[in-house]
């Protein structure tokens, strides 16, 4: 049976220095959680990915880009603007708008997977107010009864520890 067990610290180095006891006697590194208000840049985490927002940013771009060029020529199309024999689409104009538009499709897609990836649009969580407060959580998803007890040893009191 799964446990989650949670331990609050004062500062950053005490969590931290428990981390490092706890992956020298084996727990697995993406049973670990660190969570604090601040970046903490001592702990490296074993389970952070590589961002993507360089790639959304490139389809938004071209998301808007496609969007304003179908935007320009059909409202153009549709209107039926006298022009006296000059093209109703004219690259120098919609150019414009198709440059703002990519600009617009890559700024809102950056955003958006800003927010996904900073886990910004969760829920509260039971420990967040704790956190607010200048404290690190730290959070140890035990997997079976070993490491259970490995963790229940090493996050209790000196005076309390077997």
Known sequence: MEEKIIAIFDTADEAIAVVRRLRREGVAENAITLMSSEPIHDYESGDERPSRIGGFA???GIAGAAAAIALTVLASKQM???TGGMPVVAPWPFG???FEMAALGSI???LGRMIYEARLGRRLSD?????FDGRVALSVQCADEESRRVVKRLLSPPDQAK
Request: aromatic share 6%; proline share 0%.
């Open 80 to 82: 039926n603007l006298v």
């Open 127 to 131: 420990y967040d107010e704790i956190i």
């Open 58 to 60: 490139i389809a938004g």
């Open 108 to 110: 809102l897609s950056t």
């Open 96 to 98: 414009i708008i198709v």
